[in-house]
Every structure is written in structure tokens, then in C-alpha cells.
DNA sequence: ACCTCCGTACGTAGACATTCGAACTATCGC
DNA sequence: GCGATAGTTCGAATGTCTACGTACGGAGGT
């Protein structure tokens, strides 16, 4: 058997003070920036790419990202892939997510 | 003599993760919603409005929305004229607070 | 001067956030 | 089965957030 899912909010249960809140943490937004970029993301990956130590600190950001409808965690085999939800973000919030990430972008430089 | 002025951050000092998390407490952000609604408005009308009881629990949430650079602080005689920086913030973060302000009306339907 | 109104500063209390280590479960490969 | 790998769960420690009451200071009106 696969291993277990995750509860993740419908589309239309999703708030805007619930995706600010998790991604006003600085950790919390690089990972957002991170899936945004592509490619396939496991939790170890992730974690090693941010210089995070403990993976329990991350399981952590997980739950919140995935209850805040940011992202979906879906098991796979021993790893947990982890993909961002644009589309239902996007659905839901027309150019939030690309305001914020530009704006990420911005302070950078 | 008027009273003292608050510091702010300058446009090119503010953070979007600043902004975020000033944004994700729901009082904050029903706050910008009303001082996006346009009219004059100092600390104890927005109380008001809100339903706040405690003002000591607002100075607390000014202080948050100013240091983040959301809103602008301005003593006027014995009142605190409170505005939305909506020229920083659109000029720093295009789109960004007209899509959290669009999201908070999505939110209550 | 006096009183009143507006808002802040301070201390305090409880709730929540963040981080970590250690123990645990489940999966894969041998 | 055995060992290694991927993540979670739990508990604890630390720090931050939110809310409140009280006390304080500045500005206006009389």
C-alpha cells in the first residue's frame, strides 16, 4: 500500500490571511520561491537546498504551507513530493502569488 | 510646538515578507481594508469601527503596519492621522496590494 | 490653571511560533 | 530479514504575538 495522504483545504476553502501569514516567514517564502522555480521537490531536497538542519523543523513548515493551501504534499514511495498550488491560487487570487514573488525578487537586489 | 513623528521605513526599505506577515493578522487587514476605503481616519475611529476595545491593543498593531511600511503615521494636533502608503507599496510591489485587498472581498462571499 | 480627549509606554498574562533532538513508522534495496 | 533512507510525531525550550489594564504625556477647550 502507499502511504497515507495529507488533509489539504479545498480551493474554495483557502483564506488570503492565511496564505499571508505563511508566507510572511522568511524560510517559509524561499520555499514557495524554490517549487516556483520547477522541477521535482522532495522534503530532503528542499531542505538541503535552503541550508535548513533539523527535518522536523521543516515537517513543521510543511503543515503549515499545506493547511494554509499553498502547497500539496503527496507521498510517493518513501519520499513526500511537494508541488505548489498555482492553479487554485491563481483561481482564487488573481496575481497574488506573482506579485509576491516578484516582490521576493525585488528585495533582493 | 506638534508632536513627535513616528520613524518609517522608506520605500526602498521595506520587505515583502514584512508586508506579508503585517498582513496576515486578520485586525491588521481588515485595517487596510478601511483605510483603502478612502475618508480620514485617526486611531479611535478605526477602533471604532472595528470593535477593538482596547486602544493599547491598536497602538500594538500601528506600530506593526508602520514599521512594515503599510501605512503612514502622522500626528495632527492631539489626533494620529492614519494613512495607507498605497504609492510605496504599488511602486515597490506592482499589483501586490490590489490583489490582497481583491482576495479579502473574495473571502466573504 | 484645570479638565477632558487622544494616543503611547509599560508591565503582564496567555496563546502561538519556531527550532531542535530523539524515538518512531514506512519504504526501498540487498 | 537487515540496514539504510525519507519523513513524521512527540516533547521541550525558547522566543514572539496578541490583548488588556494602568499610568503617563501632549494638545485643546474653558
Redesign the pocket.
Known sequence: ???MSYRHPERDQIRVDGVLSALG?P?RLSVVRLLDGGGDH???SVLNTLG?????????????LRESGVIR?RPS????LLTLRREDLDARYPGLLDAILAGARADES
Do not use: D, F, I
Not at 515537517?59 to 503549515?64: G, I, M
Not at 514511495?77 to 513526500?80: L, V
Open positions: 500500500m502507499s502511504g516567514n524560510l522532495n522534503c530532503t535548513v538542519t533539523a527535518k522536523s523543523t521543516m515537517t513543521h513548515h510543511w503543515r503549515v504534499q514511495g518513501r519520499e513526500n
